[in-house]
């Protein structure tokens, strides 16, 4: 195998435990000696071995002169567990590929200088792309402190998410809800705006075949006008965050925190919730993915803040028309197509007969 081979294999074992690591990023390690592997490891979950420390356990002795290749700059601090670097040295490995520097600026850099100190010969950047990529999540969430922000939305051919009579069951086929509650397994917090908790009474939980983590529900509701027979505010199913602002209900409030819910009182802009805000105080609660599925006004309401980061847009090879059916991303709009958020990296997945198309807001 290859230097790229073995660090394809070490980010397959980091993307092993996507959705498991929070607020930790996906790691993984492994020790080659001869041309053959000696040892490979993921970091599991946060508090957990980190993954060079799990490759280093399998290799053992035989780690001595042998070259590791892992997808993140080795830690170079006492966290929760002691710093990778030292046990590196320790085991007298002769050589280090890693992919990507650690994205944490306090840190980034400092355990390279460890290794090469200790006359360990280190090679960046191998794969730092796809490294990047597999952990989109924590190199926003390490540097801006706010959750990454999947916008999803499922709609027909002529881009409504409901009929004029508000029926949106269903617009997508099995396959492609089987793979919204994959990323719902995948996710810290998962968001609607309270229409859709009104509209639908969604439960927001994930149900997948092979069972799987329900993220944290976060409800929208600037006034806390959430029915209180919503099913989201079953706490035994799953944590549930609402936020509001100054104009809600006070009473209710406390009948919902006595619920077990969490309250957020949020800025206001314009009438409604400050999403710049509310994303900061979702950060605060270490909160650092979420999946917003919609409905049309929160979608809009996070075009205008600029606030996505990453497009999931399921399409049905449905039309159902009417001026007043529901748009995908409602609010006030763009005003000139020169302003229309360009996707880029686009990737295009047929689901039996929906297209997926996923894609991040090109940089400006
Ligand atoms: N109408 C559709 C969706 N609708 C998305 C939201 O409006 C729903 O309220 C939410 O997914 C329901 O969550 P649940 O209760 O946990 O099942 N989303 C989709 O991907 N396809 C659709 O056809």
């Not at 700059?73 to 006492?78: A, S, T």
């Amino acid at each position: 195998m290859t230097a790229v081979e073995y660090m394809e294999l070490a980010i397959k074992l980091a993307a092993s435990a996507i959705g498991r690591t929070s607020p930790n990023p996906l790691v993984g390690a492994v020790v080659v000696k001869n041309q053959r592997i000696i040892g490979m490891g993921a970091h599991l979950c946060a508090g957990k071995e980190h993954a060079e420390v799990n490759a280093l356990n399998m290799a053992g002795i035989e780690a001595k002169g042998a070259t590791m290749y892992v997808t993140l700059e080795p830690c170079n601090h006492y966290g929760k567990t002691p710093p990778c670097t030292e046990r590196i040295i320790k085991e007298g490995i002769s050589k280090v590929y890693v992919a990507s520097l650690d994205p944490n600026p306090l840190v980034a850099g400092e355990g390279i200088k460890r290794l090469e100190a200790a006359g360990i010969e280190v090679e960046i950047g191998l794969l730092e792309h796809k490294e990047k990529q597999l952990n989109e999540v924590f190199h926003k969430f390490i540097t801006k402190k706010e959750p990454f922000i999947i916008l999803k939305t499922a709609m027909t051919l002529d881009g409504k998410i409901a009929t004029r009579t508000n029926d949106s069951k269903w617009i997508t086929n099995e396959a492609s809800r089987n793979k919204v509650h994959q990323i719902r397994n995948q996710v810290d917090g998962i968001m609607v705006g309270v229409h859709t908790i009104i509209a639908d009474n969604p439960i927001l939980t994930t149900r997948l075949p092979e069972g799987g983590i329900n993220p944290t529900r976060i409800i929208l509701d600037s006034k806390l006008s959430i029915p209180e027979s919503a099913q989201v505010l079953d706490m035994n199913v799953a944590p549930t965050i609402i936020a509001c602002t100054e104009k809600r209900d006070k009473n209710k409030a406390i009948r919902l925190e006595k619920l077990g819910v969490k309250v957020i009182v949020c800025k206001e802009m314009e009438n409604r919730i400050d999403i710049a805000d509310c994303l900061k105080r979702l950060g605060e609660a270490g909160i650092t993915s979420v999946l917003v599925e919609g409905g049309s006004q929160v979608h809009g309401s996070f075009l205008e803040a600029q606030k996505h980061d990453k497009f999931m847009v399921f399409i049905a090879p449905k039309i159902i028309g009417g001026e007043s059916a529901i748009t995908a991303f409602g609010g006030r709009g763009l005003e000139l197509m020169s302003q229309a958020i360009q996707l880029d990296n686009i990737e295009i997945e047929q689901l039996d007969n929906d297209i997926l198309i996923t894609g991040y807001p090109k940089k400006q």
